[in-house]
């Protein structure tokens, strides 16, 4: 498939025109869904007539783990009006084939600063459902985690649940036998493991629980370090507490508690948890971090100017 053929001159277009690699799938089932609809929509609105001067394309490479695929973006010149917005590949690969050939390629789950034309793009979130934000202090669930056993978060179950001499690839084996619910692991908190992807807590019931609490632990990804949870624990205004995250932008001044192991987690957590004053700051820190850079509007923003600079 060949792109820039036409200029892609409204919201509607760039999102009918979204290119998959790796197997079908619509635009709307796509976890980014909102956030992209919405952040392209905020990006018409601050380039107004300069929108229709760039070719934007939405590609998500599924198939992350084999180069096929992104040979359907690839024009077969350079097209200096060809934006691509690449996302769903947590391999952290650079496309230097498509960079070759495009102005411009915003790129999610980058795990080093980059040089030239490819910049990080932000992950955004799943989930679409914002609700009422809570003062810190006043949410009922002190400590917050629902997901998967996987061995990305093998790390942080033996820290909970006191099972370190288990050995990861038995704990894996076993993990079916093994306590699932561990929110006695901290006082008045909700923390569970489930077996498998989406097997776990209701979307609706998810966000309930995030926007209730007042830290959320997000452990790094099966693939890439970072995850949608993240950046939904930071809009919902709670303290994320995570493991080091990659030295980039976006994390290098985020106000995630990162940490160097999951052996820090009870006396960080403990600490957090009798510092009101620290928890509310925290808290307020977040808020406006999400607000400056990780929003529809405030990522609009930044790829306006990233393009004013490229010229």
């Given at each position: 498939m060949?792109v820039?053929?036409?200029?892609?001159?409204?919201?509607?277009?760039?999102?009918?025109?979204?290119?998959?690699?790796?197997?079908?799938?619509?635009?709307?089932?796509?976890?980014?869904?909102?956030?992209?609809t919405?952040?392209?929509?905020?990006?018409?609105?601050?380039?107004?007539?300069?929108?229709?001067?760039?070719?934007?394309?939405?590609?998500?490479?599924?198939?992350?783990?084999?180069?096929?695929?992104?040979?359907?973006?690839?024009?077969?010149?350079?097209?200096?009006?060809?934006?691509?917005?690449?996302?769903?590949?947590?391999?952290?690969?650079?496309?230097?084939?498509?960079?070759?050939?495009?102005?411009?390629?915003?790129?999610?789950?980058?795990?080093?600063?980059?040089?030239?034309?490819?910049?990080y793009?932000?992950?955004?979130?799943?989930?679409?459902?914002?609700?009422?934000?809570?003062?810190?202090?006043?949410?009922?669930?002190?400590?917050?985690?629902?997901?998967?056993?996987?061995?990305?978060?093998?790390?942080?179950?033996?820290a909970l649940s006191?099972?370190?001499y288990?050995?990861?690839?038995?704990?894996l084996?076993?993990?079916?036998?093994?306590?699932?619910?561990?929110?006695?692991s901290?006082p008045?908190?909700?923390?569970?493991?489930?077996?498998?992807?989406?097997?776990?807590?209701?979307?609706s019931?998810?966000?309930?629980?995030?926007?209730?609490?007042?830290?959320?632990?997000?452990?790094?990804?099966?693939?890439?370090?970072e995850?949608?949870?993240?950046?939904?624990?930071?809009?919902?205004?709670?303290?994320?507490?995570?493991?080091?995250?990659?030295?980039i932008?976006?994390?290098?001044?985020?106000?995630?508690i990162?940490?160097?192991?999951?052996?820090?987690?009870d006396?960080?957590?403990?600490?957090?948890?009798?510092?009101?004053?620290?928890?509310?700051?925290?808290?307020?820190?977040?808020?406006?971090?999400?607000k400056d850079?990780?929003?529809?509007?405030?990522?609009a923003?930044?790829?306006?100017?990233?393009?004013?600079?490229?010229?």
């Amino acid at each position: 498939m060949l792109v820039g053929k036409e200029i892609y001159d409204n919201v509607d277009y760039v999102c009918r025109n979204f290119i998959k690699g790796g197997r079908e799938y619509a635009f709307e089932e796509l976890h980014e869904y909102p956030y992209l609809t919405t952040f392209l929509r905020r990006l018409q609105e601050i380039l107004a007539e300069r929108f229709n001067t760039y070719r934007f394309l939405i590609y998500s490479k599924v198939n992350q783990f084999s180069r096929a695929g992104d040979e359907d973006i690839i024009p077969p010149y350079y097209d200096p009006h060809l934006i691509v917005f690449y996302i769903s590949d947590e391999t952290g690969s650079i496309p230097e084939p498509l960079m070759a050939r495009c102005k411009a390629v915003f790129k999610v789950h980058l795990q080093h600063e980059t040089e030239g034309n490819l910049f990080y793009f932000p992950l955004g979130y799943a989930n679409g459902d914002e609700c009422d934000i809570q003062t810190v202090n006043n949410r009922a669930i002190n400590v917050f985690f629902s997901g998967a056993l996987n061995r990305s978060r093998v790390g942080l179950y033996k820290a909970l649940s006191g099972l370190d001499y288990i050995p990861e690839k038995l704990l894996l084996l076993t993990k079916r036998w093994l306590p699932a619910d561990l929110s006695g692991s901290f006082p008045n908190s909700n923390i569970l493991f489930t077996s498998g992807f989406a097997s776990g807590l209701t979307q609706s019931d998810y966000n309930n629980l995030l926007y209730s609490c007042k830290i959320a632990l997000a452990p790094h990804g099966f693939v890439n370090p970072e995850t949608f949870r993240h950046y939904e624990a930071m809009r919902a205004g709670c303290i994320v507490v995570s493991l080091e995250m990659p030295p980039i932008r976006m994390y290098k001044n985020a106000p995630i508690i990162q940490l160097e192991s999951w052996g820090q987690l009870d006396a960080r957590v403990t600490w957090l948890l009798k510092d009101k004053e620290r928890l509310e700051a925290l808290q307020t820190e977040t808020l406006m971090y999400w607000k400056d850079n990780c929003t529809e509007e405030s990522t609009a923003r930044y790829v306006a100017n990233t393009l004013a600079q490229l010229g």
